[in-house]
């Protein structure tokens, strides 16, 4: 067949606009890349009919760690309320980790393993209302933490004097790593006692406050500390060392609360210098988050040998006791040398992680958005908005828009690493939607007293602050929780008129902006559609968007 030039032109043109059309069409196939999950996935990251029926309400987890050969055993003892009858269950316990005896009042239960899940066979019955306990005995070699705390497990090491140092650190790869449990977010342990048994030359420190200390006669202690408040189950470590021990008292908003601190003996007076910061750290988020989430089991930095995790109640902290990211500005702004970033940033997750957290892992930019975000609210609490607004900008440069912030559901999934840096820029965008200081503030302290101790999806959260702004705010949070693409301001002046709309970006997105037109500062309220606003005969448009929103703009007719 014969083609003339022309119409092979308009044969090249058509394809082009087809492969355009498609690509456009598809976007979301693009940003959100097929994963294969497994069985395994789907039983870690799910509520199964054998984890639905019954609700936590109590652990005693009762470990002795055998410094020696890198081996712990132990046992758990697992209080819950039956919600409705069925007498299988379901508990996570990791390899190579081992589950020798599973008990119910006295008698031995049957159990069966498929992989990380157990699925016990209860013989009492289970009705509706009761309260019951079973007790499930562990051993094993944990696994060994390669690069914690972004890898799970235990870290076996030794401090400068040749004394035992050791830590859990679990966040991703989940608390049964190490210890059974129901190892699903959306059920927390109403409370917890912790009972780790060490050589009695060395101490553990773990999450809530200290009950005592037994003291055996096999030249080892128990170390009982009990956590009286909603705990998830990855926030739950131990911490073994040759530590030594200081204290302070932080008046605060909901009284006295005990700020305990413990270090290895030979960073003692560096830590004095150093944990100078948590009260001020307490003023700031006290005043922008609301009262400290735990004052009933107190606050404490723990030493840990690696860089740091925000266990509750029992934050731990490696940072070399110098000021931002092991000495490092993340922001290249210099404001993040104002403040050691895991003292302000693991604190911070003791508002969002641990008093609010999510109830399933793909929501985890709840955690981490929220949390970047309070390292700029700490820096404007004390060092005003413009250094706030600097950090924050700061951090774009790592923003890598790969993959949207949310992850799958049900399979244990997380989203993008970008639900730090993107996720604070997110909120700083929404503070300047909020347009009054104190409405922000109020949102930021509602959230915390609406969805206290609980765990929450990223809908509520997104209702929420639609509801406290007054502005339905669905396509701004699909923009940037689902898409992976930076809304575009499009914008041309001509005959008098400036005519803009939102490209790059989904259908519907509705984010009002301020902007500097000629010299007036002026809020657009764009959406995808054109639209056009009077702004008279000038010689040349001037128009700057405020760089506190995460966008990017475009004069169409720029030359």
Request: no cysteine; net charge negative; aromatic share 14%.
């Amino acid at each position: 067949m014969n083609f003339s030039l022309l119409s092979f032109g308009r044969l090249i043109f058509l394809v082009i606009v087809i492969l355009a059309f498609s690509l456009n069409s598809l976007n979301a196939q693009i940003f959100t890349p097929q994963t294969e999950f497994t069985r395994q996935d789907t039983l870690r990251g799910s509520i199964t009919p054998e984890r639905e029926w019954w609700d936590l309400t109590y652990y005693h987890l009762n470990v002795k760690v055998d410094i020696a050969d890198s081996s712990i055993s132990g046992s758990n003892l697992v209080q819950y309320k039956v919600l409705k009858p069925f007498q299988v269950m379901q508990i996570d316990l990791q390899e190579p980790m081992e589950i020798s005896r599973i008990t119910q009042a006295g008698e031995s239960l049957d159990f069966e393993r498929e992989g990380n899940a157990f699925f016990i066979s209860l013989n009492q019955k289970q009705v509706e209302g009761d309260v019951n306990q079973i007790q499930i005995n562990f051993s094993g070699k944990p696994t060994v933490a390669v690069r914690p705390p972004w890898d799970g497990g235990f870290t076996w090491t030794q401090d400068s004097n040749g004394n035992p140092f050791v830590a859990t650190s679990n966040q991703g790869i989940g608390a049964s790593i190490w210890w059974p449990n129901k190892d699903h977010p959306y059920d927390e342990v109403d409370s917890l006692l912790i009972s780790v048994n060490t050589p009695d030359s060395l101490m553990d420190v773990s999450n809530g406050r200290l009950r005592g200390v037994d003291e055996l006669k096999n030249g080892t202690k128990t170390w009982n500390w009990f956590v009286s408040n909603p705990i998830n189950s990855y926030g739950v470590n131990i911490n073994i060392g040759d530590y030594v021990h200081f204290s302070e008292e932080y008046e605060g908003e909901k009284g006295t609360l005990d700020l305990d601190y413990y270090v290895l003996r030979e960073n003692l007076e560096k830590a004095k210098e150093q944990f100078k910061q948590v009260k001020p750290m307490m003023d700031a988020f006290e005043y922008w988050f609301g009262p400290y989430p735990f004052y009933e089991d107190g606050y404490k930095l723990v030493e840990v040998p690696y860089l740091g995790m925000e266990h509750q109640s029992s934050v731990t902290y490696g940072n070399g006791y110098e000021n931002g990211y092991l000495g490092r500005d993340l922001s290249g702004s210099g404001w993040g040398l104002k403040f050691d970033f895991i003292i302000i940033h693991e604190t911070g997750h003791e508002w969002f992680a641990n008093s609010i957290t999510y109830a399933d892992v793909a929501d985890m930019w709840i955690h981490e958005g929220f949390t970047n975000y309070s390292e700029s609210l700490y820096l404007d609490y004390h060092y005003g908005e413009k250094a706030a607004n600097e950090y924050v900008q700061g951090l774009r440069l790592g923003i890598q828009n790969d993959r949207p912030l949310i992850g799958t559901y049900g399979v244990h999934h997380e989203g993008s690493g970008d639900m730090y840096n993107k996720g604070g820029n997110l909120l700083h965008t929404l503070r300047q939607v909020a347009d009054d200081d104190s409405l922000w503030r109020a949102t930021l302290r509602g959230l915390n007293k609406e969805f206290y101790h609980q765990t929450v999806s990223t809908q509520q959260i997104e209702d929420y602050i639609s509801e406290k702004i007054g502005l339905n705010l669905d396509p701004v949070f699909d923009q940037y929780l689902r898409d992976i693409r930076i809304p575009t301001l499009e914008y041309a002046y001509r005959n008098g008129e400036l005519n803009f709309r939102w490209g790059n970006a989904v259908e519907g997105f509705n984010l009002p902006i301020d902007v500097n037109l000629n010299g007036n500062e002026v809020r657009l309220q764009p959406t995808t559609s054109w639209q056009r606003l009077k702004v008279g005969s000038v010689e040349s448009l001037k128009l700057a968007v405020d760089p506190n929103y995460y966008v990017s703009s475009f004069n169409l007719l720029a030359e």
